[in-house]
Protein backbone atom coordinates (compact mmCIF):
# COMPACT_ATOMS: atom_id res chain seq x y z
CA UNK A 1 0.00 0.00 0.00
CA UNK A 2 0.99 3.44 -1.22
CA UNK A 3 2.44 5.55 2.26
CA UNK A 4 0.90 9.26 0.62
CA UNK A 5 -3.07 9.03 0.63
CA UNK A 6 -5.39 10.67 -1.52
CA UNK A 7 -8.79 12.94 -0.94
CA UNK A 8 -11.48 11.44 -2.52
CA UNK A 9 -13.73 8.25 -1.05
CA UNK A 10 -16.40 6.35 0.00
CA UNK A 11 -17.51 4.34 2.80
CA UNK A 12 -20.15 2.85 4.41
CA UNK A 13 -21.37 0.60 7.29
CA UNK A 14 -24.22 -0.34 8.73
CA UNK A 15 -25.23 -1.50 12.43
CA UNK A 16 -28.34 -2.88 14.92
CA UNK A 17 -29.51 -2.93 18.42
CA UNK A 18 -31.32 -1.92 20.88
CA UNK A 19 -34.64 -2.05 18.83
CA UNK A 20 -32.88 0.19 16.02
CA UNK A 21 -31.39 -0.25 12.94
CA UNK A 22 -28.88 2.29 11.34
CA UNK A 23 -26.64 3.18 8.60
CA UNK A 24 -23.85 5.54 7.85
CA UNK A 25 -22.32 6.92 4.26
CA UNK A 26 -19.22 8.91 4.36
CA UNK A 27 -17.97 10.97 1.04
CA UNK A 28 -14.74 12.60 0.81
CA UNK A 29 -13.75 15.06 -1.92
CA UNK A 30 -10.43 17.55 -2.40
CA UNK A 31 -10.20 20.33 0.66
CA UNK A 32 -6.89 22.47 1.72
CA UNK A 33 -7.88 21.61 4.90
CA UNK A 34 -10.07 19.13 6.95
CA UNK A 35 -14.09 20.11 7.16
CA UNK A 36 -16.27 17.61 8.51
CA UNK A 37 -19.96 17.89 7.72
CA UNK A 38 -22.95 16.14 9.62
CA UNK A 39 -26.19 15.07 9.06
CA UNK A 40 -27.97 12.47 11.26
CA UNK A 41 -31.35 11.34 12.76
CA UNK A 42 -32.69 13.64 15.88
CA UNK A 43 -32.18 12.38 20.01
CA UNK A 44 -28.60 11.79 19.19
CA UNK A 45 -26.85 14.22 20.83
CA UNK A 46 -23.46 13.08 21.47
CA UNK A 47 -23.11 11.37 17.66
CA UNK A 48 -22.14 14.80 16.45
CA UNK A 49 -19.41 15.19 17.93
CA UNK A 50 -18.05 11.91 17.87
CA UNK A 51 -18.20 11.48 14.19
CA UNK A 52 -15.95 14.30 14.01
CA UNK A 53 -13.42 13.30 16.18
CA UNK A 54 -13.24 10.07 14.55
CA UNK A 55 -12.96 12.27 11.39
CA UNK A 56 -9.89 14.24 12.85
CA UNK A 57 -8.28 11.16 14.41
CA UNK A 58 -7.77 9.62 10.85
CA UNK A 59 -7.58 12.35 8.03
CA UNK A 60 -5.89 16.14 7.66
CA UNK A 61 -7.10 17.15 4.84
CA UNK A 62 -10.36 17.41 2.70
CA UNK A 63 -14.20 18.05 2.58
CA UNK A 64 -15.42 14.97 4.82
CA UNK A 65 -19.54 14.16 4.47
CA UNK A 66 -20.89 12.15 7.52
CA UNK A 67 -24.68 10.95 7.21
CA UNK A 68 -26.42 8.78 9.63
CA UNK A 69 -30.44 7.49 8.98
CA UNK A 70 -31.99 5.49 11.89
CA UNK A 71 -35.15 3.60 12.18
CA UNK A 72 -36.89 1.63 14.82
CA UNK A 73 -37.02 -2.40 14.37
CA UNK A 74 -39.82 -2.62 17.21
CA UNK A 75 -42.83 -5.29 15.75
CA UNK A 76 -46.39 -3.78 15.05
CA UNK A 77 -48.13 -5.46 17.59
CA UNK A 78 -45.80 -3.54 20.27
CA UNK A 79 -45.89 -0.80 19.24
CA UNK A 80 -49.70 0.12 18.83
CA UNK A 81 -52.93 -0.90 20.37
CA UNK A 82 -56.51 -0.94 19.56
CA UNK A 83 -58.95 0.98 21.91
CA UNK A 84 -61.65 -2.01 21.71
CA UNK A 85 -64.76 0.12 23.34
CA UNK A 86 -63.91 3.36 21.58
CA UNK A 87 -64.42 1.05 18.15
CA UNK A 88 -67.87 -0.55 19.63
CA UNK A 89 -69.14 2.85 19.84
CA UNK A 90 -67.90 4.01 16.72
CA UNK A 91 -69.17 0.76 15.14
CA UNK A 92 -72.90 1.05 16.98
CA UNK A 93 -73.05 4.93 15.69
CA UNK A 94 -72.15 3.59 11.94
CA UNK A 95 -75.11 0.61 12.22
CA UNK A 96 -77.43 3.29 13.24
CA UNK A 97 -76.52 5.30 10.80
CA UNK A 98 -76.52 2.47 7.66
CA UNK A 99 -80.64 1.89 8.84
CA UNK A 100 -81.39 5.14 7.86
CA UNK A 101 -79.64 4.66 4.17
CA UNK A 102 -75.65 5.43 5.39
CA UNK A 103 -73.35 3.54 3.50
CA UNK A 104 -72.32 0.56 5.80
CA UNK A 105 -68.84 0.81 7.67
CA UNK A 106 -65.52 -0.59 6.63
CA UNK A 107 -63.16 -1.77 8.87
CA UNK A 108 -60.14 0.09 7.37
CA UNK A 109 -62.76 3.17 7.95
CA UNK A 110 -63.40 2.60 11.16
CA UNK A 111 -59.84 2.43 12.64
CA UNK A 112 -58.58 5.18 10.57
CA UNK A 113 -61.16 7.22 13.32
CA UNK A 114 -59.34 9.17 15.74
CA UNK A 115 -58.47 7.36 18.96
CA UNK A 116 -59.20 3.83 17.96
CA UNK A 117 -55.50 2.97 17.35
CA UNK A 118 -53.14 4.15 20.08
CA UNK A 119 -49.28 4.16 20.29
CA UNK A 120 -48.03 3.72 23.53
CA UNK A 121 -46.08 6.17 25.09
CA UNK A 122 -42.36 5.80 24.39
CA UNK A 123 -40.25 5.60 27.79
CA UNK A 124 -37.13 6.52 27.28
CA UNK A 125 -33.83 4.51 28.95
CA UNK A 126 -30.99 7.03 29.39
CA UNK A 127 -29.01 4.00 29.95
CA UNK A 128 -29.82 2.29 26.44
CA UNK A 129 -30.17 5.16 24.88
CA UNK A 130 -26.46 5.99 25.71
CA UNK A 131 -25.40 2.48 24.67
CA UNK A 132 -27.11 2.87 21.49
CA UNK A 133 -25.36 5.90 20.90
CA UNK A 134 -22.03 4.25 21.53
CA UNK A 135 -22.48 1.72 19.07
CA UNK A 136 -23.59 3.66 16.40
CA UNK A 137 -20.71 5.45 17.32
CA UNK A 138 -18.62 2.73 16.41
CA UNK A 139 -20.44 2.51 13.23
CA UNK A 140 -19.37 5.86 12.36
CA UNK A 141 -16.07 4.78 13.11
CA UNK A 142 -16.08 1.75 10.89
CA UNK A 143 -17.60 3.82 7.74
CA UNK A 144 -14.47 6.24 8.17
CA UNK A 145 -12.08 3.16 8.02
CA UNK A 146 -13.43 2.76 4.90
CA UNK A 147 -13.02 6.03 3.74
CA UNK A 148 -9.81 6.00 4.52
CA UNK A 149 -9.32 2.37 2.53
CA UNK A 150 -10.28 4.56 -0.01
CA UNK A 151 -8.21 7.27 0.06
CA UNK A 152 -5.43 5.16 0.45
CA UNK A 153 -6.28 3.34 -2.65
CA UNK A 154 -6.49 6.92 -4.35
CA UNK A 155 -2.75 7.33 -3.23
CA UNK A 156 -1.74 3.86 -4.39
CA UNK A 157 -2.67 4.87 -7.60
CA UNK A 158 -1.29 8.58 -7.43
CA UNK A 159 2.19 7.82 -6.08
CA UNK A 160 3.81 6.56 -9.30
CA UNK A 161 2.22 9.20 -11.00
CA UNK A 162 3.89 11.91 -8.43
CA UNK A 163 7.50 9.76 -9.01
CA UNK A 164 7.21 9.79 -12.54
CA UNK A 165 6.69 13.76 -12.80
CA UNK A 166 10.03 13.74 -9.98
CA UNK A 167 12.39 12.03 -12.33
CA UNK A 168 11.26 14.09 -15.24
CA UNK A 169 12.22 17.44 -13.36
CA UNK A 170 15.29 15.80 -12.50
CA UNK A 171 16.08 14.86 -15.64
CA UNK A 172 15.61 18.07 -17.09
CA UNK A 173 17.49 19.90 -14.00
CA UNK A 174 20.19 17.51 -15.66
CA UNK A 175 19.84 18.85 -18.75
CA UNK A 176 19.93 22.48 -18.14
CA UNK A 177 23.12 21.83 -15.87
CA UNK A 178 25.11 20.73 -19.05
CA UNK A 179 23.70 23.47 -21.68
CA UNK A 180 24.38 25.92 -18.76
CA UNK A 181 28.19 25.03 -18.88
CA UNK A 182 27.66 27.12 -22.48
CA UNK A 183 26.25 29.86 -21.32
CA UNK A 184 29.76 31.68 -20.92
CA UNK A 185 31.01 30.98 -24.21
CA UNK A 186 27.29 31.71 -25.33
CA UNK A 187 28.06 35.29 -24.01
CA UNK A 188 31.57 36.24 -24.82
CA UNK A 189 30.84 35.32 -28.67
CA UNK A 190 27.51 37.48 -28.81
CA UNK A 191 29.11 40.46 -27.16
CA UNK A 192 32.21 39.88 -29.29
CA UNK A 193 30.53 40.36 -32.34
CA UNK A 194 28.12 43.00 -30.94
CA UNK A 195 31.39 44.98 -29.71
CA UNK A 196 33.34 44.18 -33.23
CA UNK A 197 30.39 45.65 -35.03
CA UNK A 198 29.82 48.97 -32.79
CA UNK A 199 33.58 49.56 -32.43
CA UNK A 200 35.88 47.85 -34.47
CA UNK A 201 38.73 49.78 -34.24
CA UNK A 202 38.69 50.91 -30.28
CA UNK A 203 41.78 49.82 -28.22
CA UNK A 204 41.82 46.92 -25.84
CA UNK A 205 38.76 45.97 -27.16
CA UNK A 206 40.08 41.95 -26.13
CA UNK A 207 40.47 43.11 -22.74
CA UNK A 208 36.82 44.95 -22.49
CA UNK A 209 35.37 41.87 -23.99
CA UNK A 210 36.67 39.65 -21.56
CA UNK A 211 35.72 41.73 -19.01
CA UNK A 212 31.88 42.52 -20.06
CA UNK A 213 31.23 39.31 -20.66
CA UNK A 214 32.91 37.93 -17.03
CA UNK A 215 30.38 39.96 -15.61
CA UNK A 216 27.23 39.00 -18.07
CA UNK A 217 28.23 35.64 -17.66
CA UNK A 218 28.30 36.34 -13.95
CA UNK A 219 24.60 37.83 -13.74
CA UNK A 220 23.54 34.64 -16.00
CA UNK A 221 24.83 32.03 -14.10
CA UNK A 222 22.54 29.60 -13.09
CA UNK A 223 24.16 27.49 -10.69
CA UNK A 224 22.37 28.00 -7.93
CA UNK A 225 19.17 27.79 -9.07
CA UNK A 226 20.32 24.40 -10.87
CA UNK A 227 21.66 23.27 -6.98
CA UNK A 228 17.95 24.23 -5.54
CA UNK A 229 16.00 22.87 -8.03
CA UNK A 230 18.42 19.43 -7.00
CA UNK A 231 17.32 19.89 -3.76
CA UNK A 232 13.64 20.22 -4.09
CA UNK A 233 14.11 17.28 -6.28
CA UNK A 234 15.44 15.46 -2.79
CA UNK A 235 12.74 16.99 -0.97
CA UNK A 236 9.65 15.66 -2.81
CA UNK A 237 11.24 12.14 -2.66
CA UNK A 238 11.18 12.43 1.19
CA UNK A 239 7.86 13.96 1.46
CA UNK A 240 6.50 11.22 -0.34
CA UNK A 241 7.77 8.50 2.12
CA UNK A 242 6.27 11.01 5.06
CA UNK A 243 2.73 11.86 5.14
CA UNK A 244 0.55 13.37 5.35
CA UNK A 245 2.60 15.28 2.25
CA UNK A 246 0.04 17.22 0.34
CA UNK A 247 0.41 20.13 2.20
CA UNK A 248 4.29 20.45 2.20
CA UNK A 249 4.34 19.22 -1.46
CA UNK A 250 2.16 22.11 -2.24
CA UNK A 251 4.35 24.65 -0.91
CA UNK A 252 7.87 23.11 -1.76
CA UNK A 253 6.04 23.50 -5.97
CA UNK A 254 5.90 27.04 -5.33
CA UNK A 255 9.89 26.57 -4.44
CA UNK A 256 10.50 24.91 -7.75
CA UNK A 257 8.30 27.13 -10.17
CA UNK A 258 10.28 30.25 -8.59
CA UNK A 259 13.66 28.46 -9.52
CA UNK A 260 12.48 27.77 -13.14
CA UNK A 261 11.71 31.43 -13.60
CA UNK A 262 14.87 32.58 -12.31
CA UNK A 263 16.50 30.10 -14.69
CA UNK A 264 14.16 31.14 -17.49
CA UNK A 265 15.05 34.93 -17.14
CA UNK A 266 18.67 33.70 -16.75
CA UNK A 267 18.96 31.92 -19.97
CA UNK A 268 21.18 33.29 -22.62
CA UNK A 269 20.67 30.30 -24.79
CA UNK A 270 17.60 29.26 -26.92
CA UNK A 271 18.41 26.07 -25.45
CA UNK A 272 18.39 26.47 -22.03
CA UNK A 273 15.09 28.39 -22.39
CA UNK A 274 13.39 25.68 -23.88
CA UNK A 275 14.40 23.31 -20.95
CA UNK A 276 13.53 25.63 -18.47
CA UNK A 277 9.95 26.16 -20.11
CA UNK A 278 9.19 22.53 -20.40
CA UNK A 279 10.55 22.37 -16.74
CA UNK A 280 7.92 24.67 -15.50
CA UNK A 281 5.30 23.08 -17.61
CA UNK A 282 6.20 19.35 -15.82
CA UNK A 283 5.98 21.35 -12.25
CA UNK A 284 2.77 22.69 -12.98
CA UNK A 285 1.73 19.48 -13.74
CA UNK A 286 2.82 17.46 -10.93
CA UNK A 287 0.76 20.79 -8.73
CA UNK A 288 -2.38 19.58 -10.03
CA UNK A 289 -1.37 16.10 -9.32
CA UNK A 290 -0.68 16.80 -5.39
CA UNK A 291 -3.90 18.76 -4.90
CA UNK A 292 -5.62 15.45 -4.58
CA UNK A 293 -2.80 14.66 -1.84
CA UNK A 294 -3.71 14.62 1.88
Not at 217 to 236: G, I, M, N, P, T
Amino acid sequence: MSLISGMTGFGRAEGAGEGWTWAVEVRSVNGRNLEVRYRGPNGFDTLERAAKTAAQARFVRGQISVGVQAKRTVGAEAAVTINAPLLARYLTLANELAEDGATPPSADGLLALRGVIEAPEEVEDPQARAALEVEMARTVEAALDALKGARNAEGAQLAPLLADFIARIEGLVASAEGEAQAQVAAIRDRFSRRMAELAPDAPGLDERVFLEAASLAAKADVREELDRLSAHVAAARQLMTAPPAGRKLDFLLQEFMREANTLCSKSATTALTGIGLELKAVIEQLREQVQNVE
